[in-house]
């Protein structure tokens, strides 16, 4: 079970866009994801009139370790830790380390 997973609202607690906080897309593997409006780079292109693809300059987002990024807490308005708690009626659900509030509904 995956601590961070894609949707989860995160804040970057490393790095260049240290503070910054954004969505997670997509997870490339264990230790990669790419967050919304994180990491974002320009990337020149070239036009490639067979595709139709205009050249020019394109922002798009690179993925960022995993250790960089925090789960944001609505509670405490900060970068929190996770845990795992198993529930009286046997599921596995997230908990901020915090204040121990479950993540999952």
Known sequence: MNKIRKGDDVVVIAGKDK??????????DDEQLVVEGVN???KHTKPNP????????VEKEMPIHISNIALFNPVSKKGDRIGFKTLEDGRKVRVFKSNGEVVDA
């Open 19 to 28: 503070g910054k906080r954004g969505t997670v897309l997509r997870r490339l």
């Open 40 to 42: 974002r780079v320009k």
């Open 50 to 57: 067979m595709k139709g693809e205009a050249g020019g300059i």
